[in-house]
Protein backbone atom coordinates (compact mmCIF):
# COMPACT_ATOMS: atom_id res chain seq x y z
CA UNK A 1 0.00 0.00 0.00
CA UNK A 2 3.11 2.37 0.40
CA UNK A 3 4.06 1.96 -2.71
CA UNK A 4 1.08 2.41 -4.66
CA UNK A 5 0.62 5.22 -2.39
CA UNK A 6 4.20 6.61 -3.13
CA UNK A 7 4.90 7.05 0.28
CA UNK A 8 8.14 5.19 -0.69
CA UNK A 9 9.62 8.24 -2.41
CA UNK A 10 10.97 11.58 -1.67
CA UNK A 11 10.67 14.71 -3.88
CA UNK A 12 13.44 16.83 -1.32
CA UNK A 13 10.65 18.32 0.46
CA UNK A 14 11.44 19.79 4.26
CA UNK A 15 8.56 17.49 5.64
CA UNK A 16 6.11 15.20 5.49
CA UNK A 17 3.02 14.87 7.63
CA UNK A 18 0.39 11.95 8.76
CA UNK A 19 -2.12 14.16 6.64
CA UNK A 20 -0.37 13.96 3.84
CA UNK A 21 0.41 9.97 4.22
CA UNK A 22 -3.27 10.35 4.70
CA UNK A 23 -4.49 11.56 1.99
CA UNK A 24 -2.34 9.98 -0.85
CA UNK A 25 -3.45 6.51 1.14
CA UNK A 26 -6.99 7.31 0.44
CA UNK A 27 -6.02 8.08 -3.19
CA UNK A 28 -4.24 5.02 -3.45
CA UNK A 29 -6.90 2.79 -2.13
CA UNK A 30 -9.69 4.73 -4.47
CA UNK A 31 -13.39 3.59 -4.94
CA UNK A 32 -12.41 0.27 -4.35
CA UNK A 33 -13.29 -2.84 -2.71
CA UNK A 34 -12.22 -5.25 -0.09
CA UNK A 35 -13.69 -8.64 0.15
CA UNK A 36 -16.79 -7.19 -2.00
CA UNK A 37 -17.22 -4.25 0.41
CA UNK A 38 -16.96 -1.05 -0.36
CA UNK A 39 -13.34 0.14 0.80
CA UNK A 40 -14.12 2.27 3.78
CA UNK A 41 -16.81 0.48 4.87
CA UNK A 42 -14.28 -1.89 5.96
CA UNK A 43 -10.67 -0.12 6.35
CA UNK A 44 -10.15 3.35 7.80
CA UNK A 45 -6.91 5.56 7.23
CA UNK A 46 -7.00 7.57 11.06
CA UNK A 47 -7.00 10.92 9.98
CA UNK A 48 -4.40 13.48 11.48
CA UNK A 49 -5.76 15.23 14.24
CA UNK A 50 -6.29 18.92 14.31
CA UNK A 51 -7.78 20.34 17.90
CA UNK A 52 -10.34 22.41 15.69
CA UNK A 53 -11.46 19.22 14.10
CA UNK A 54 -11.06 16.96 16.98
CA UNK A 55 -14.61 16.16 17.40
CA UNK A 56 -15.57 15.09 13.97
CA UNK A 57 -12.38 13.17 13.66
CA UNK A 58 -13.36 11.18 16.73
CA UNK A 59 -17.05 10.75 15.66
CA UNK A 60 -15.87 9.68 12.09
CA UNK A 61 -13.47 7.06 14.12
CA UNK A 62 -16.71 6.07 16.26
CA UNK A 63 -18.91 5.50 12.83
CA UNK A 64 -16.39 3.05 11.15
CA UNK A 65 -15.79 0.94 14.53
CA UNK A 66 -19.77 0.69 15.02
CA UNK A 67 -19.59 -0.93 11.75
CA UNK A 68 -17.61 -3.81 13.66
CA UNK A 69 -20.43 -6.05 14.33
CA UNK A 70 -20.17 -10.15 15.77
CA UNK A 71 -23.52 -11.99 15.48
CA UNK A 72 -23.72 -15.65 16.08
CA UNK A 73 -24.64 -15.90 12.08
CA UNK A 74 -21.74 -13.39 11.00
CA UNK A 75 -18.68 -11.33 11.95
CA UNK A 76 -17.79 -8.18 9.95
CA UNK A 77 -14.30 -7.18 10.97
CA UNK A 78 -12.47 -4.14 10.26
CA UNK A 79 -9.04 -2.36 9.65
CA UNK A 80 -7.35 0.44 11.01
CA UNK A 81 -4.22 1.72 9.73
CA UNK A 82 -2.72 4.43 12.05
CA UNK A 83 0.04 5.72 13.66
CA UNK A 84 1.23 3.55 17.27
CA UNK A 85 2.14 6.05 20.14
CA UNK A 86 2.63 3.45 23.02
CA UNK A 87 1.96 -0.35 23.72
CA UNK A 88 0.93 -1.12 27.63
CA UNK A 89 -0.03 -3.29 29.58
CA UNK A 90 -3.68 -3.34 30.67
CA UNK A 91 -6.19 -5.49 33.11
CA UNK A 92 -6.92 -8.22 30.22
CA UNK A 93 -3.99 -8.09 28.31
CA UNK A 94 -2.33 -4.61 26.22
CA UNK A 95 -3.67 -1.66 24.64
CA UNK A 96 -2.06 0.54 21.78
CA UNK A 97 -2.36 3.75 22.47
CA UNK A 98 -2.65 5.38 18.73
CA UNK A 99 -0.99 9.36 17.72
CA UNK A 100 -4.03 11.11 16.03
CA UNK A 101 -6.65 10.05 18.43
CA UNK A 102 -7.39 9.35 22.29
CA UNK A 103 -9.08 6.19 21.38
CA UNK A 104 -7.28 3.05 21.95
CA UNK A 105 -7.62 -0.84 20.50
CA UNK A 106 -6.92 -3.66 22.42
CA UNK A 107 -5.10 -6.85 22.13
CA UNK A 108 -4.75 -10.16 23.69
CA UNK A 109 -0.70 -11.04 24.89
CA UNK A 110 -0.55 -13.64 21.90
CA UNK A 111 -1.11 -10.86 19.56
CA UNK A 112 1.09 -8.58 20.90
CA UNK A 113 4.01 -11.26 21.55
CA UNK A 114 3.61 -12.43 17.54
CA UNK A 115 3.79 -8.77 16.48
CA UNK A 116 6.91 -8.16 18.55
CA UNK A 117 8.38 -11.45 17.30
CA UNK A 118 7.25 -10.68 13.65
CA UNK A 119 8.04 -7.08 12.92
CA UNK A 120 11.27 -6.88 15.27
CA UNK A 121 12.44 -3.93 13.86
CA UNK A 122 9.09 -1.72 13.88
CA UNK A 123 8.24 -3.09 17.57
CA UNK A 124 11.76 -1.97 18.85
CA UNK A 125 11.29 1.65 17.34
CA UNK A 126 8.02 2.41 19.05
CA UNK A 127 8.31 5.84 20.85
CA UNK A 128 10.71 6.35 19.26
CA UNK A 129 11.71 10.62 18.90
CA UNK A 130 12.97 10.06 15.42
CA UNK A 131 11.07 7.44 14.01
CA UNK A 132 7.21 6.25 13.28
CA UNK A 133 5.38 3.29 13.60
CA UNK A 134 2.63 3.24 11.44
CA UNK A 135 -0.01 -0.35 12.05
CA UNK A 136 -2.27 -2.37 9.73
CA UNK A 137 -4.98 -3.72 12.82
CA UNK A 138 -7.84 -5.88 12.18
CA UNK A 139 -10.37 -5.78 14.37
CA UNK A 140 -13.65 -7.80 15.35
CA UNK A 141 -15.80 -7.59 18.18
CA UNK A 142 -16.84 -10.06 20.73
CA UNK A 143 -20.14 -11.61 20.65
CA UNK A 144 -22.36 -9.46 23.09
CA UNK A 145 -24.88 -11.09 25.63
CA UNK A 146 -27.93 -9.77 25.22
CA UNK A 147 -28.28 -6.24 24.55
CA UNK A 148 -24.83 -5.56 25.41
CA UNK A 149 -22.07 -4.79 23.02
CA UNK A 150 -19.06 -7.23 22.63
CA UNK A 151 -15.68 -5.81 22.82
CA UNK A 152 -13.63 -4.88 19.76
CA UNK A 153 -9.97 -6.74 20.02
CA UNK A 154 -7.58 -6.80 17.67
CA UNK A 155 -7.12 -9.90 15.93
CA UNK A 156 -4.54 -9.58 13.90
CA UNK A 157 -1.41 -6.75 13.09
CA UNK A 158 1.33 -5.46 10.84
CA UNK A 159 3.61 -3.41 11.77
CA UNK A 160 5.70 -0.84 9.60
CA UNK A 161 8.78 0.93 10.42
CA UNK A 162 9.04 4.54 9.15
CA UNK A 163 11.37 7.28 9.31
CA UNK A 164 10.33 10.97 11.14
CA UNK A 165 8.43 11.47 7.46
CA UNK A 166 6.92 8.06 6.55
CA UNK A 167 9.72 6.92 4.22
CA UNK A 168 9.14 2.71 5.08
CA UNK A 169 12.52 1.32 6.43
CA UNK A 170 13.88 -2.32 7.81
CA UNK A 171 16.13 -0.96 10.57
CA UNK A 172 16.91 1.97 12.89
CA UNK A 173 20.15 2.63 10.50
CA UNK A 174 17.93 3.15 8.21
CA UNK A 175 15.73 5.26 9.69
CA UNK A 176 18.71 7.34 10.49
CA UNK A 177 19.98 7.65 7.13
CA UNK A 178 16.78 8.56 5.86
CA UNK A 179 16.35 10.68 8.52
CA UNK A 180 19.42 12.51 7.61
CA UNK A 181 19.03 12.36 3.75
CA UNK A 182 15.56 14.47 4.30
CA UNK A 183 17.23 17.04 6.44
CA UNK A 184 19.78 17.55 3.81
CA UNK A 185 16.92 17.96 0.92
CA UNK A 186 18.11 14.61 -0.77
CA UNK A 187 15.64 12.84 -3.48
CA UNK A 188 15.34 9.56 -3.40
CA UNK A 189 13.17 6.36 -3.14
CA UNK A 190 13.14 3.52 -0.74
CA UNK A 191 12.57 0.07 -3.70
CA UNK A 192 10.09 -2.55 -2.17
CA UNK A 193 9.80 -4.56 -4.78
CA UNK A 194 11.66 -5.46 -8.21
CA UNK A 195 11.09 -3.61 -11.19
CA UNK A 196 12.03 -4.67 -14.54
CA UNK A 197 15.70 -4.13 -14.59
CA UNK A 198 16.57 -4.31 -11.66
CA UNK A 199 18.97 -7.13 -9.94
CA UNK A 200 18.53 -6.00 -6.47
CA UNK A 201 16.92 -3.97 -4.17
CA UNK A 202 19.54 -1.05 -2.55
CA UNK A 203 18.39 -0.23 1.06
CA UNK A 204 17.68 3.26 -0.78
CA UNK A 205 18.22 5.07 -3.65
CA UNK A 206 19.45 8.06 -4.71
CA UNK A 207 17.73 9.89 -7.35
CA UNK A 208 18.88 13.71 -7.83
CA UNK A 209 22.26 12.38 -8.79
CA UNK A 210 23.42 11.98 -12.57
CA UNK A 211 23.65 8.42 -12.22
CA UNK A 212 20.67 7.12 -9.54
CA UNK A 213 23.16 5.81 -6.53
CA UNK A 214 22.43 2.89 -4.59
CA UNK A 215 22.31 3.47 -0.71
CA UNK A 216 23.15 -0.11 1.69
CA UNK A 217 23.07 0.10 5.33
CA UNK A 218 25.46 -2.97 6.35
CA UNK A 219 23.94 -3.31 9.73
CA UNK A 220 23.92 -6.99 10.99
CA UNK A 221 27.75 -7.87 10.01
CA UNK A 222 27.62 -10.91 13.14
CA UNK A 223 25.28 -13.09 10.67
CA UNK A 224 26.54 -14.83 8.15
CA UNK A 225 24.00 -15.25 5.71
CA UNK A 226 23.49 -11.04 5.85
CA UNK A 227 27.41 -11.19 5.06
CA UNK A 228 27.37 -13.53 2.03
CA UNK A 229 23.91 -11.56 0.91
CA UNK A 230 26.32 -8.47 1.50
CA UNK A 231 29.32 -9.98 -0.78
CA UNK A 232 26.25 -10.39 -3.77
CA UNK A 233 25.00 -7.53 -3.44
CA UNK A 234 28.77 -5.65 -4.07
CA UNK A 235 29.55 -8.02 -6.65
CA UNK A 236 26.01 -7.17 -8.60
CA UNK A 237 26.97 -3.06 -8.18
CA UNK A 238 30.54 -3.82 -9.14
CA UNK A 239 29.53 -5.95 -12.60
CA UNK A 240 27.07 -3.03 -13.16
CA UNK A 241 29.50 -0.53 -12.13
CA UNK A 242 26.41 1.11 -10.62
CA UNK A 243 27.60 3.66 -7.31
CA UNK A 244 27.12 3.13 -4.29
CA UNK A 245 26.99 4.67 -0.86
CA UNK A 246 27.79 1.66 2.35
CA UNK A 247 27.39 2.93 5.70
CA UNK A 248 28.72 0.31 7.86
CA UNK A 249 27.87 1.39 11.80
CA UNK A 250 29.16 1.73 14.06
CA UNK A 251 31.11 4.64 11.97
CA UNK A 252 29.22 7.63 12.71
CA UNK A 253 26.87 8.48 10.30
CA UNK A 254 28.07 11.96 9.52
CA UNK A 255 31.57 10.64 8.38
CA UNK A 256 29.77 9.14 5.40
CA UNK A 257 30.08 11.25 2.42
CA UNK A 258 27.13 11.52 -0.37
CA UNK A 259 27.67 12.23 -3.84
CA UNK A 260 26.64 15.53 -4.36
CA UNK A 261 23.03 15.96 -6.23
CA UNK A 262 23.17 16.92 -9.99
CA UNK A 263 22.25 20.98 -11.12
Not at 60 to 72: G, K, N, S, V, Y
Not at 128 to 139: E, F, H, I, W
Amino acid sequence: MWLEAGLNVWTGAPARSWGQCNAQLLAALGDGKLNGKPMQDVLHVMRRYDESEGPSIVAEFDRFLARITTTPEATQRGIVITEVRSVDNSKFGFVLRLRQTSRTLFASKAIIDAASKSFRSAWAQIGAPTARVVALAVNERTLGKGDKEGNLRIVDVALQLCNSTFIPCDSSYEVAMANRLVAERRRFKKPLRLMPGDDTLPDSRLTDTSTPTAIEVYGMLDNAQYLARKTQKQAIYARAATPCVEWIPPAALESIRLPVAAP
